[in-house]
């Protein structure tokens, strides 16, 4: 299932200022990406969504697709291609606090080399604070060890639940005694 034409609409919109804010685009977009059914169908729409409106949505495909890596590193180049597009993306404040979580998941399950790698792919071409940005966040999991093993912990029991930042930020007894309810 293509989205192209929806995708388009909605940055149209957005781009027009037509009483779309972020909140609207982003739950319209979310909307979308809840009938991704299959792997493919996520991948295609991450990379599809990633670039538009300022990349305002990069977060919560970046779950979906780290999700999918959690299981089968054949998806680590879609990783790196979201990271580049976040890299050049308006790079927000908002979205950074979104990333920084998930990039830490990325970067404690991922194997050194390949941080590296998708680090010097995404910010060839990078603002240098956004390389600053990206180069504290590398050395995030080794300076703090226990927040880096919480998100590892809370994200595994979110993985495979549509994005949801606000659980995410929760502390992760809170978040278990919710997950246990459910």
């Known amino acids: 299932m293509s989205f192209e034409k929806e995708i388009a609409k909605i940055e149209k919109d957005y781009q027009a200022g037509e009483g779309t804010d972020k909140a609207a685009v982003v739950e319209a977009f979310s909307q979308l ?10 991948v295609d729409f991450a990379l599809g969504v990633a670039p538009a409106c300022g990349g305002i949505y990069i977060p919560h495909v970046f779950w979906s697709v780290l999700a999918l890596f959690w299981e089968d590193e054949q ?6 291609k979201l990271i580049r597009t976040f890299a050049e993306s308006d790079f927000e404040e908002e979205e950074k606090a979104l990333m920084k979580p998930l990039l830490v998941v990325y970067f404690v399950r991922e194997r050194e080399f390949e941080v590296s790698r998708a680090r010097t792919l995404a910010l060839a071409d990078a603002h240098p604070s956004v390389k600053e940005w990206f180069d504290q966040l590398v050395q995030f999991p080794k300076n703090n060890k226990v927040a880096a093993k919480t998100f590892v912990e809370k994200f595994a029991l979110l993985r495979k639940t549509h994005p949801n930042f606000d659980l995410f930020k929760l502390p992760i007894g809170k978040l278990e005694e919710i997950l246990a309810g459910a």
């Open 33 to 42: 990406h809840k009938k991704t059914k299959d792997a493919a169908a996520q």
């Open 75 to 80: 998806y680590r180049s879609s990783l790196h």
